[in-house]
């Protein structure tokens, strides 16, 4: 036998380059295997293989587990509406766990828009997505409704400082609308200074009275109303190889999903696609 390939001769890199592209194959084919079953049950194929039931058929011929199954033919069933996702799930094209993720949301308005979606970011994009959906939609109703998990919390000194003012007959709540107002209005024109001021760059390093404006206005949470993760990336919401300007005024802070859904609907990722697609 004249195949023999000796690994302990390659570097680590490529073992690991390999690994991932035999991963990310391995998981295309199965996919696609997946795809195949709902049409091996309709024509009841599975019988003419000596198998009882599709998925002991799926289980012997593709190695995969009942509960992937299961999955995928419901999801078949789930999107008997919705055609672009259904050729999505058959074709093998997006995962079955993607899919998934999506498909409580999924009618046939929306359907386009979940399918460019579901092959353009990463599944816990597609959460937030679902998530931010629901939200939005006011005839669903949000079972987990919990309360909201933070709760003020004052120093011992101020919250005596306010408790004495408004023993007094003081308005605190009018005293603190107003600094919230004014803080409000201070980073506004901090933001708008800085903006006018910054002049054209090619150098993608955001200056550091940017940054810091930015987390003065949000904090160390992503801009997202609602959103509480922590905020991880800087977003330009004018695309910054056309602006070429780190204006705070056009910047947001962003945790990574919702980052990763900024960018979906962004003309360049819609380009690549397309490019990919031929
Ligand atoms: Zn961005
Ligand atoms: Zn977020």
Not at 35 to 64: D, I
Not at 167 to 187: H, T, Y
Not at 188 to 210: D, F
């Amino acid at each position: 036998m004249e195949y023999i390939v000796a690994f302990a001769e390659w570097s680590d890199e490529k073992i690991l380059a390999t690994c991932v592209r035999y991963g990310e194959e391995a998981r295309k084919w199965k996919n696609r295997f997946l795809g195949l079953l709902p049409e091996v049950e309709r024509r009841r194929l599975y019988v003419k293989k000596g198998f009882t039931s599709v998925v002991h058929f799926a289980q012997v011929v593709g190695g995969v587990s009942e509960a992937q199954v299961k999955r995928a033919l419901s999801l078949h069933e789930r999107f008997e509406e919705t055609p672009a996702l259904q050729n999505l799930l058959t074709s093998g094209e997006v995962s079955v766990n993607k899919l998934a993720k999506i498909a409580s949301i999924a009618e046939p308005e929306n359907e386009i828009f979940l399918a460019d979606q579901v092959q353009m970011v990463s599944a816990r994009a597609l959460e937030t997505l679902v998530r931010d959906a629901k939200y939005a939609d006011p005839n669903f109703v949000h079972v987990n409704k919990s309360e909201p998990d933070h709760k003020l919390a004052l120093a011992e000194d101020v919250e005596e400082g306010l408790a004495e003012l408004q023993s007094r007959g003081i308005d605190i709540d009018a005293e603190l609308r107003l600094f919230l107002e004014q803080r409000k209005v201070q980073i506004e024109a901090e933001k708008e200074k800085i903006g006018e001021s910054c002049s054209e760059t090619n150098s993608r390093y955001v200056p550091k009275e940017v940054r810091d404006v930015l987390a003065k206005e949000y904090g160390t949470k992503c801009s997202v109303p609602g959103c509480v993760r922590p905020s991880e990336e800087l977003h330009h919401t004018q695309r910054f190889s056309m602006s070429k300007r780190h204006d705070p005024r056009y910047m947001a802070l962003l945790c990574r999903e919702h980052h990763q859904i900024a960018h979906s609907k962004d003309v360049r990722v819609q380009e690549m696609r397309a490019r990919k697609r031929k």
